[in-house]
T-cell receptor
Framework: GQQVMQIPQYQHVQEGEDFTTYCNSS?????IQWYKQRPGGHPVFLIQ?????EVKKQKRLTFQFGEAKKNSSLHITATQTTDVGTYFC??????????FGAGTRLTVKP | DAGITQSPRHKVTETGTPVTLRCHQT?????MYWYRQDPGHGLRLIHY???????DKGEVSDGYSVSRSKTEDFLLTLESATSSQTSVYFC??????????FGPGTRLLVL
Protein backbone atom coordinates (compact mmCIF):
# COMPACT_ATOMS: atom_id res chain seq x y z
CA GLY A 1 0.00 0.00 0.00
CA GLN A 2 0.90 3.63 -0.15
CA GLN A 3 3.46 4.55 2.46
CA VAL A 4 5.23 7.55 3.86
CA MET A 5 8.70 6.70 5.12
CA GLN A 6 10.87 8.84 7.32
CA ILE A 7 14.55 8.68 8.26
CA PRO A 8 16.40 8.62 10.50
CA GLN A 9 14.37 7.11 13.30
CA TYR A 10 16.53 8.76 15.95
CA GLN A 11 19.01 11.63 15.93
CA HIS A 12 21.10 12.80 18.84
CA VAL A 13 22.97 16.07 18.42
CA GLN A 14 25.02 18.47 20.45
CA GLU A 15 23.34 21.80 21.01
CA GLY A 16 24.30 24.12 18.16
CA GLU A 17 24.63 21.36 15.58
CA ASP A 18 22.30 21.11 12.61
CA PHE A 19 19.61 18.46 12.18
CA THR A 20 17.79 17.09 9.14
CA THR A 21 14.98 14.60 8.78
CA TYR A 22 13.85 13.17 5.46
CA CYS A 23 10.48 11.99 4.28
CA ASN A 24 9.74 9.86 1.22
CA SER A 25 6.45 8.76 -0.26
CA SER A 26 5.82 5.83 -2.55
CA UNK A 27 3.40 8.00 -4.53
CA UNK A 28 3.12 11.64 -5.53
CA UNK A 29 1.56 13.77 -2.82
CA UNK A 30 -0.72 16.74 -3.32
CA UNK A 31 0.79 18.29 -0.20
CA ILE A 32 2.98 17.40 2.73
CA GLN A 33 2.64 18.50 6.32
CA TRP A 34 5.09 18.56 9.19
CA TYR A 35 4.29 18.15 12.86
CA LYS A 36 6.26 18.27 16.09
CA GLN A 37 5.46 16.27 19.18
CA ARG A 38 7.15 17.08 22.45
CA PRO A 39 7.72 14.19 24.88
CA GLY A 40 4.42 13.36 26.57
CA GLY A 41 2.54 15.79 24.36
CA HIS A 42 0.39 15.75 21.27
CA PRO A 43 1.44 16.47 17.67
CA VAL A 44 1.45 20.14 16.74
CA PHE A 45 1.11 21.33 13.17
CA LEU A 46 4.18 23.18 11.89
CA ILE A 47 3.68 23.79 8.19
CA GLN A 48 2.21 22.57 4.92
CA UNK A 49 3.97 22.52 1.56
CA UNK A 50 1.97 22.30 -1.64
CA UNK A 51 4.07 23.33 -4.64
CA UNK A 52 6.74 21.31 -6.38
CA UNK A 53 10.18 22.49 -5.21
CA GLU A 54 8.68 24.69 -2.52
CA VAL A 55 10.94 25.94 0.28
CA LYS A 56 9.58 27.56 3.42
CA LYS A 57 11.37 28.88 6.47
CA GLN A 58 10.30 29.36 10.05
CA LYS A 59 13.14 30.97 11.97
CA ARG A 60 15.78 28.20 12.20
CA LEU A 61 13.58 25.60 10.47
CA THR A 62 13.71 25.09 6.69
CA PHE A 63 11.18 22.88 4.95
CA GLN A 64 11.53 21.61 1.39
CA PHE A 65 9.17 19.76 -0.94
CA GLY A 66 10.80 17.82 -3.74
CA GLU A 67 10.37 18.55 -7.43
CA ALA A 68 8.52 15.28 -7.95
CA LYS A 69 6.38 15.89 -4.84
CA LYS A 70 7.42 12.52 -3.43
CA ASN A 71 9.95 13.65 -0.86
CA SER A 72 10.44 16.37 1.70
CA SER A 73 12.92 17.44 4.32
CA LEU A 74 13.03 19.47 7.50
CA HIS A 75 16.32 21.10 8.46
CA ILE A 76 17.00 22.79 11.76
CA THR A 77 19.98 25.11 11.95
CA ALA A 78 21.88 25.40 15.23
CA THR A 79 19.65 23.19 17.35
CA GLN A 80 18.53 24.28 20.78
CA THR A 81 17.23 22.22 23.69
CA THR A 82 13.75 23.53 22.91
CA ASP A 83 13.90 21.64 19.59
CA VAL A 84 13.72 18.29 21.41
CA GLY A 85 10.83 16.12 20.28
CA THR A 86 9.66 13.88 17.48
CA TYR A 87 9.13 15.34 14.03
CA PHE A 88 6.56 13.76 11.75
CA CYS A 89 5.79 14.26 8.10
CA UNK A 90 2.35 13.42 6.76
CA UNK A 91 0.72 13.28 3.38
CA UNK A 92 -2.71 12.46 1.99
CA UNK A 93 -2.89 9.14 0.18
CA UNK A 94 -6.46 9.79 -0.91
CA UNK A 95 -8.87 12.61 -0.31
CA UNK A 96 -9.02 12.30 3.45
CA UNK A 97 -6.69 9.49 4.51
CA UNK A 98 -3.55 11.01 5.99
CA UNK A 99 -0.45 8.85 6.27
CA PHE A 100 2.18 9.78 8.79
CA GLY A 101 5.82 8.84 8.72
CA ALA A 102 7.11 6.95 11.75
CA GLY A 103 8.82 10.11 12.95
CA THR A 104 12.36 11.20 13.78
CA ARG A 105 13.06 11.56 17.46
CA LEU A 106 15.50 14.40 18.14
CA THR A 107 17.45 14.67 21.36
CA VAL A 108 19.76 17.60 22.04
CA LYS A 109 22.64 17.51 24.47
CA PRO A 110 23.30 20.90 26.12
CA ASP B 1 -4.35 25.18 21.14
CA ALA B 2 -7.55 24.44 19.27
CA GLY B 3 -10.60 23.63 21.37
CA ILE B 4 -10.36 19.86 21.43
CA THR B 5 -10.92 17.67 24.43
CA GLN B 6 -10.73 13.92 24.77
CA SER B 7 -12.27 11.77 27.44
CA PRO B 8 -11.29 9.81 29.31
CA ARG B 9 -7.62 10.77 29.39
CA HIS B 10 -6.63 7.43 30.86
CA LYS B 11 -8.42 4.12 30.93
CA VAL B 12 -7.63 0.60 32.03
CA THR B 13 -9.97 -2.12 30.87
CA GLU B 14 -10.11 -5.87 30.46
CA THR B 15 -9.96 -7.92 27.30
CA GLY B 16 -13.37 -8.44 25.76
CA THR B 17 -15.05 -5.37 27.20
CA PRO B 18 -16.42 -2.55 25.05
CA VAL B 19 -14.75 0.84 25.32
CA THR B 20 -15.85 4.20 23.98
CA LEU B 21 -13.58 7.20 23.66
CA ARG B 22 -14.98 10.66 23.10
CA CYS B 23 -13.59 13.58 21.16
CA HIS B 24 -15.25 16.96 21.55
CA GLN B 25 -14.45 20.13 19.61
CA THR B 26 -15.60 23.70 19.95
CA UNK B 27 -14.12 24.90 16.63
CA UNK B 28 -16.95 23.76 14.34
CA UNK B 29 -14.44 22.07 12.07
CA UNK B 30 -15.84 19.74 9.45
CA UNK B 31 -13.22 16.99 9.53
CA MET B 32 -12.45 14.81 12.53
CA TYR B 33 -9.98 11.95 12.82
CA TRP B 34 -9.03 9.17 15.19
CA TYR B 35 -5.43 7.97 15.28
CA ARG B 36 -3.53 5.51 17.36
CA GLN B 37 0.12 5.99 18.22
CA ASP B 38 2.44 3.11 18.96
CA PRO B 39 6.23 3.03 19.25
CA GLY B 40 7.87 2.62 15.86
CA HIS B 41 4.62 3.19 13.95
CA GLY B 42 4.04 6.87 14.28
CA LEU B 43 0.40 7.86 13.94
CA ARG B 44 -1.96 5.54 12.14
CA LEU B 45 -5.41 6.60 11.03
CA ILE B 46 -8.27 4.50 12.36
CA HIS B 47 -11.38 6.29 11.08
CA TYR B 48 -12.25 9.76 9.98
CA UNK B 49 -15.35 11.86 9.47
CA UNK B 50 -16.05 14.49 6.82
CA UNK B 51 -19.38 15.57 8.25
CA UNK B 52 -22.23 14.58 10.53
CA UNK B 53 -22.97 10.90 9.96
CA UNK B 54 -20.31 10.77 7.23
CA UNK B 55 -17.43 8.53 8.19
CA ASP B 56 -14.89 6.32 6.48
CA LYS B 57 -12.22 3.79 7.35
CA GLY B 58 -8.57 4.55 7.72
CA GLU B 59 -5.48 2.39 7.61
CA VAL B 60 -6.17 0.36 10.79
CA SER B 61 -9.94 0.24 11.21
CA ASP B 62 -10.45 -3.43 12.12
CA GLY B 63 -11.96 -3.80 15.60
CA TYR B 64 -13.05 -0.15 15.76
CA SER B 65 -16.23 1.69 14.93
CA VAL B 66 -17.08 5.39 15.03
CA SER B 67 -20.08 7.64 15.16
CA ARG B 68 -20.65 11.32 14.60
CA SER B 69 -24.17 12.45 15.39
CA LYS B 70 -23.18 16.08 16.00
CA THR B 71 -20.52 18.29 14.46
CA GLU B 72 -18.74 18.66 17.78
CA ASP B 73 -18.55 15.01 18.86
CA PHE B 74 -16.73 12.04 17.34
CA LEU B 75 -16.89 8.76 19.22
CA LEU B 76 -14.52 5.83 18.84
CA THR B 77 -15.72 2.43 20.04
CA LEU B 78 -13.68 -0.68 20.60
CA GLU B 79 -16.41 -3.27 20.48
CA SER B 80 -14.43 -5.98 22.23
CA ALA B 81 -11.09 -4.68 23.45
CA THR B 82 -7.95 -6.75 22.87
CA SER B 83 -4.45 -6.32 24.25
CA SER B 84 -3.25 -5.26 20.79
CA GLN B 85 -5.44 -2.18 21.13
CA THR B 86 -3.38 -0.92 24.06
CA SER B 87 -2.18 2.39 22.70
CA VAL B 88 -2.39 6.15 22.87
CA TYR B 89 -5.38 7.44 20.94
CA PHE B 90 -5.42 10.92 19.45
CA CYS B 91 -8.32 12.78 17.99
CA UNK B 92 -7.67 15.52 15.45
CA UNK B 93 -9.77 18.12 13.70
CA UNK B 94 -9.33 19.97 10.45
CA UNK B 95 -11.22 22.73 8.70
CA UNK B 96 -10.03 22.21 5.15
CA UNK B 97 -8.29 18.78 5.05
CA UNK B 98 -4.98 20.53 5.53
CA UNK B 99 -3.58 21.34 8.95
CA UNK B 100 -4.80 18.98 11.65
CA UNK B 101 -5.08 20.01 15.28
CA PHE B 102 -4.73 17.28 17.81
CA GLY B 103 -6.34 16.67 21.16
CA PRO B 104 -4.35 15.76 24.29
CA GLY B 105 -4.73 12.01 23.76
CA THR B 106 -6.17 9.06 25.67
CA ARG B 107 -3.93 6.37 27.12
CA LEU B 108 -5.69 3.03 26.94
CA LEU B 109 -4.42 -0.12 28.60
CA VAL B 110 -6.18 -3.40 27.84
CA LEU B 111 -5.31 -6.14 30.30
Amino acid sequence: GQQVMQIPQYQHVQEGEDFTTYCNSSTTLSNIQWYKQRPGGHPVFLIQLVKSGEVKKQKRLTFQFGEAKKNSSLHITATQTTDVGTYFCAGPVNNNDMRFGAGTRLTVKP
Amino acid sequence: DAGITQSPRHKVTETGTPVTLRCHQTENHRYMYWYRQDPGHGLRLIHYSYGVKDTDKGEVSDGYSVSRSKTEDFLLTLESATSSQTSVYFCAISETRTAQYFGPGTRLLVL
